[in-house]
């Protein structure tokens, strides 16, 4: 199997669903816009436009006249989505138009091409992106793909080579959707600004059966699930989204949003039709998304879809909160996404305000409000009805029992007491025949029939397993530190039940204060003494978790009296973190107040303004503030994802509870799970969630205890230890470098010792990461950090030229513990082993005997490898007879090595011939009186040994001498591409040999090897 292979079947997927395999003639390689097929769509689909309108459409296309990469694109994808806006003059007036650039509702009405190996010329450089898919003329995905059998070509070589192509070909990615990397079995896609942890898999075809084809064919299910026609279509329409906060972001939905809408749009359609009837009707459902798999683009896009659909006839959006802080949070996702809607949100502020946006209202628009803002006035027994059309839809966000009631309770002062209903009855008496739909993060309690009747049942889950499974969530683990309280902890679980997180709730502050026994629980619990002890023990224990992965941490307590407490407990053990300003220190309180509050809380008040900066701080990974206490507030749609520990210290249950730890399990580079701390006694509290979630239908656990970590790190040591059996290291903390050398040694000696042990220590590193706080795990941390030594020294080779992967990860794998004595230098093969480090490309007599000489053997071999490796790399890339022929002579002595065929004796003195005869081989040309060009030419000359022999050297000088010049003068941009122009070389060539009576019997593989060395220095001698 080859790359080449794999292209040629991904190439038939894409006939399969719908695309023309196509080569493309272009006058111009910079060229990366098709006009033909642009300019016939444009005229097909804009048939009443006049023809000057039509041709500037194509002209504002090509250029988009910004310079700016994302910006452009931006640009471009909102002419895509809406048409290009021209103006032309009609019965003697200018009239503004778009012109349509695609045909959204018929697919077939659109040209599909895939064109393959497309040379594409930019401001220095050229290159073939292996796949290009074009709609109607217009470059709109990009695939990579690597040879899916080559175990160092894997998809983040892929994105890497995408990177390269951003930076070297722009102009093409002006106008890209959409980027895949694969390898035929692995296969990922991303957006033009996506990290490497953004690019997502695509398991689905039909949205219901998840790898359908298996889980080896991941490509031809993207082609299949996403690329064919239809779905693209409806995928680029609603499910792309720039975000410009500052920082101009491109986000694309994952395959679990993009079903889930489409599920949803067509329950709303079905239970909004007016002259409806039945038990079902406004109930458009519940879409359960785990928390941090993207809850808040899901809706998002829905909104825009639901904006858009014809059968809704101009809809009016609700979206519904419970709080005023998610309330923000969400508009500020919404606002952010306003190209995407086609609409501005807005913010109803007051309950009149919300009356007033909606009273009346004809169609459209998107309003915000939170759930409280739907409470009768004072003088009316029910809410006033708002409107009664059927195309108003109710979004709810986190729809749970305690908002969205049904029950009646008796409120007010004695005497003048009255039943109130619950807030679902509110919105009902509002919006009479609105269509209710929840989105969750946390599943609804099967015995919640207040949810179900207002919104219906589940009509798209995406658990936490599966979300594990696709890389969009990360393991959340569990340690619990010290709860040690003056009350029976079995009236907890009581007193959270009353008090129901009524906190939270900022118009019903007063009478969360009356609550006595939460008041009483928040004064043991925030008593001096015990603030104190948990102040030091977090301290230090954050100190650990950041010794083995960088990243922030966030402090959740019962009051915002305990938050001030804390902090000053905090900064007393920590007082360079401490700063009054807001725009600098290490650990703030974010948290809700107003002017008339105490003088203790007022220093940690801040403005809206001041809070978004605060927030902008804490989501950068590279800000000082790593510490955030909260009461209640960033606890429920708040992603950051460099936060990697969340520490507990207030009673929570239920959804609250799932919302909070969730705070943890977002992908951040090689962050390998997320810890939640316990610190009041919540455990009890996790278990009946779990058993909720469980009873839900939901799969994977919520959390992992941190001991199952500390279980994995112990087995992985033992593997260890056994594979350094019959070494002692036992002085390793005093002996250093040296000892490192002799294990590194000792593992060679094994069987496939290098990668078994390279294996298990990243195994152990990601499991010391997630429980390196254990007092059991403090007590190896030494060891951990030996082996993570011997790792570096097996594998420094394979870093460095392997997958951008690999160097993230290797980040957490070297983690520098702060007490290993082991780590307190960077280690290095040459240090280890007692060598000063050979300026790369010398290779002189006395390194050399020095290597010959080395104590360990097998650790020799590995240096010698890596530096003929680096060797051939550096003198031979574009001699491609020189480079090859080494290479393979390299792979030949390694091989019979590794297969014990011949010793380390024996291999380190064919190494060392070798190196000499690199020296040798790359000082020729002056020796020839050939340039370094011309040696290229005659070293594919002389690899026919009959030619040699029959020719002479001085003869395939001069042809090599003639070649050059030759080919130099007649290569073009695309020639590889071009067969018409590969022929005329190769004729060229074969003139060239035959004029000098080059062998005829060898002159077909010559003509080759010598095309073959001019594609290799092509791109040298093109023109800038």
Sequence with gaps: MTEEQLEQETLGWLASVGYQPHSPERRDPRQVVLLEPLRDAIHRLNPNMPLSARKDAVKQVVDLGTPALLAANRQFHNMLIAGVKVQYQQDGHTR??????????????????????LPIKGPRHSRRPDIILFVNGLPLIVLELKNPIDQEANIWRAFDQIQTYKEQIPDLFQYNEIVVISDGSEARMGSLSSTAERFMRWRTIDGVTVDPLGQFNELETLIRGVLAPAYLLDYLRYFVLFEDDGLLVKKIAGYHQFHAVRAAINQVVLVSRPGEIGANIGKGGVVWHTQGSGKSITMTCFAARVMQEAALENPTIVVITDRNDLDGQLFGVFSLAHELLRDQPVQAMTRQDLRAKLKNRASGGIIFATIQKFMPGEDEDSFPLLSDRHNIVVIADEAHRSQYGFDATLKGKPGQERY????????????????????????????????????GDYIHVYDMQQAKEDGATVAIYFESRLAKLALRSEELPQIDIEVDELAEDEEERQQAKLKSRWAALAKVVGAEPRLARVATDLVAHFAERNSAQTGKAMIVTMSRDIC????????????????????????????????SDKALLRPHLYSAPTKKRLEKRFKDPQDPLQLVIVRDMWLTG??????????????????????????????????PGGLVVDYIGIANELQSALKEYTNSSGRGRPTVDAAEAFAVLEEKLDVLRGLLYGFDYSDFLTTGHRRLAGAANH???????????????LAMSKAFTLCCTLDAAKAVREEVAFFQAVRIILTKRDIRHGQPGNEEREQAIRQIINSAVISERVVDIFDAVGLDKP????????????????PERNLAVELLERLLTGEIKARFSRNIVQGKRFSEL????????????????????????????????????????LTEDEVRFYDALTANESAVRELGDEILKKIAQELTANLRQNLRVDWSARESVQAELRLMVK?????????????????????QQAQALGEEWLPS
């Design 96 to 117: 503004g138009d778009l012109a349509r650039l695609i045909d959204w509702a018929e697919p077939s009405h659109n040209d599909w091409l895939a064109v393959n190996q």
């Design 564 to 595: 001030v407490h804390l902090y000053d407990e905090i900064v007393k053990l920590r007082p360079e973190w401490h700063h009054t300003d807001p725009d600098q220190g290490g650990v703030k309180i974010v948290m809700t107040g107003s002017a």
């Design 991 to 1011: 003139r060239i040999l035959r004029k000098y009576k080059y062998p005829p019997d060898q002159q077909a593989v010559a003509v080759d090897l010598v095309l």
């Design 638 to 671: 708040f992603d950051v994802p460099c936060l990697h520990t969340l520490y507990i210290d207030k009673p929570m249950r239920g959804h609250n509870l799932m919302q909070a730890i969730a705070r943890v399990n977002r992908v951040f580079k090689d962050k």
């Design 420 to 455: 109130q209903a619950g807030y679902a009855q509110h919105l009902r008496d509002a919006l009479p025949r609105a269509t209710f739909i929840a989105f969750t993060g946390t599943p609804v309690a099967s015995e919640d029939r207040d949810t179900r009747a207002v919104f």
């Design 890 to 929: 390299l792979v030949s002595v390694i091989k019979r090595y590794q297969n014990r065929a011949i010793g380390t004796a024996q291999v380190i003195e064919e190494l060392i011939a070798m190196a000499k005869n690199f020296q040798a081989a790359a000082n020729r040309n002056e020796a020839l009186g």
């Design 839 to 854: 300026n790369i490309g010398i290779l002189d007599e006395a390194f050399l005997a020095e290597v010959r000489n080395l």
């Design 747 to 761: 593992v060679l000696e094994q069987p496939d010792g290098k990668k078994r042990f390279a294996d298990t220590v």
